[in-house]
């Protein structure tokens, strides 16, 4: 149970930081073309240079991350009229986002441009549908673990309630003596159980 704890916290460690990288990246990409010169004339992926190539690139990847982390939190809200709509939305983001990306790092030259735009939108659809499924598989965990975060305070309250039954239990018939001091026994392994829970998930 306490390595199975430790597993789910380090998962949850990895995506936070991921998370908030991920945040980095979507706020920093629009302005990245800043860091390149005007002047210069090395073409870069069939654009003039370095710094028409970042400018046109910084959108698209803004849109994309944002968009791999609200896929990521929308499943938080399964239980919500809203959250199929919130789905779609982050596939279509998704999709347009890869297309953009993809034809900023393709060069229409060697087939007829058509089929390259169809190509694109195909596979950036299809990558926005893998991209949200794979974040619905990767954060059920957490959600669970969530929930049963959530359902602790209410199991304390249940084995003080087992304590005070068997602190109150009288001492005066041996029978009553061995069941008080089950439930007693049971209470304490109880609490020491939430009490290690708690320690995993903080």
């Not at 986002?97 to 089929?115: E, G, K, V």
Request: proline share 3%.
């Amino acid at each position: 149970m306490m390595y199975r704890s430790q597993g789910i916290r380090t998962k949850i460690n990895i995506i936070v930081l991921l998370l908030t990288l991920g945040a980095t990246v979507a706020a920093v990409a629009p302005f990245l073309h800043i860091l390149f010169p005007k002047e210069s004339q090395v073409e870069v992926f069939g654009f003039r240079n370095a710094r028409t190539f970042c400018y046109s690139l910084g959108m698209p990847i803004t849109i994309f991350v944002s968009a791999l982390i609200m896929s990521f939190i929308v499943n938080f809200i399964k239980d919500t009229p809203i959250y199929k709509t919130i789905q779609n939305v982050c596939i279509v983001f998704l999709s347009v986002a890869t297309y953009y990306i993809l034809w900023t790092f393709s060069a229409f030259s060697d087939f007829d441009p058509l089929f390259y735009y169809i190509m694109i939108i195909l596979v950036s659809i299809s990558f926005g549908i893998l991209i949200n499924r794979f974040l619905r598989f990767t954060s059920s965990s957490t959600n669970k673990l969530l929930k049963v975060q959530s359902n602790i305070p209410n199991l304390d309250k249940r084995i003080r309630t087992v304590n005070d039954i068997a602190s109150i239990m009288p001492d005066d018939n041996e029978d009553i003596v061995t069941y008080k001091a089950m439930v007693d026994v049971t209470g304490d392994n109880l609490k020491e159980t939430i009490t290690e829970i708690k320690k995993d998930l903080n």
